[in-house]
């Protein structure tokens, strides 16, 4: 059943349609990380007080299908992030302007200033996320064993080639979120393995009408999004 929530002040449309991905989709393996301390602000993101991934109705059935399509090959999506408040992306602008927060650094952005995230595209005060047809995912083997150890706190994304815990991913090159050219979809410096997976997310994501972000591997938009103006803003409870 579709949540209708009001806009942000100053959009064109009265409410968008949401949907619960849960609902739609339960075999994709949702890991969303804003709504815990591992990602790159090491905290609860304002407007992910609870984890859920909502979407549009069309990028949920797109990426349904794209599901059926990875477990011919014996794999499934883990997603990380799906509908973003602008309130969170506001919180990521006011943390990239606080230059004295680095706990987070020598893993997600080891070798980039803080201050230059805006201008290398890693950060921006608007988001694909809030218009709600954007997913961030990988990857993950149906057969991999369970239960394994999170990547520790300290530990450098450029080299998180696979990272683990409850649903481990595939070797993508690098870990999620990792602010490093090292994400760059098409970076040349990748092991043959890690090349190959990013290749199957992308050709399984555009198969199914999803475009994806150069300089992010884990990150699509739907293409023919129904909101490709609007930027909502409503926490997700």
């Known amino acids: 059943m579709a949540l209708l929530w009001p806009l942000t002040a100053g959009a ?6 949401l949907v619960p991905l849960q609902a739609a989709a339960p075999d994709i393996v949702q890991e969303l990380r804003y709504a815990g301390r591992d990602n790159f602000i090491g905290q609860v993101v304002i407007g992910y007080e609870q984890a859920q991934c909502l979407l549009t109705p069309a990028a949920v059935e797109a990426l349904s299908r794209v599901q059926r399509k990875a477990s ?3 794999l499934g999506l883990k997603v990380y992030d799906c509908y973003r408040p602008q309130r969170a992306v506001d919180h990521f602008v006011r943390w990239a302007d606080d230059p004295a927060d680095t706990r987070m650094k020598a893993r997600y ?7 230059q995230l805006f201008e290398l595209g890693y950060i ?15 990857l993950i083997s149906l057969n991999a064993e369970q239960g ?19 649903h481990p991913s595939l070797p993508m090159g690098s870990g999620y979120d990792c602010f490093d050219p090292v994400s760059h979809t098409a970076h ?6 890690a090349r190959r997976n ?28 129904p909101y490709p103006n609007d930027y909502w803003d409503l926490p997700l409870y």
Not at 109 to 115: E, G, L, V
């Open 12 to 17: 064109e449309n009265p409410s968008p349609d």
């Open 72 to 74: 011919e090959y014996g």
């Open 109 to 115: 952005y080891p070798d980039i200033a803080k201050s």
């Open 124 to 138: 921006a005060a608007r988001s694909g996320h809030s218009r709600g047809s954007t997913v961030d995912l990988t």
């Open 148 to 166: 394994s150890k999170a990547l520790g706190a300290d530990g450098d994304c450029r080299f998180s080639h696979q990272e683990s815990g409850p």
């Open 188 to 193: 040349s410096e990748l092991s043959a393995e």
């Open 198 to 225: 990013r290749l199957l997310l992308l050709l399984l994501m555009e198969s199914e009408g999803f475009s994806n972000y150069d300089k992010e591997w884990w990150h699509f938009t739907l293409n023919n999004e």
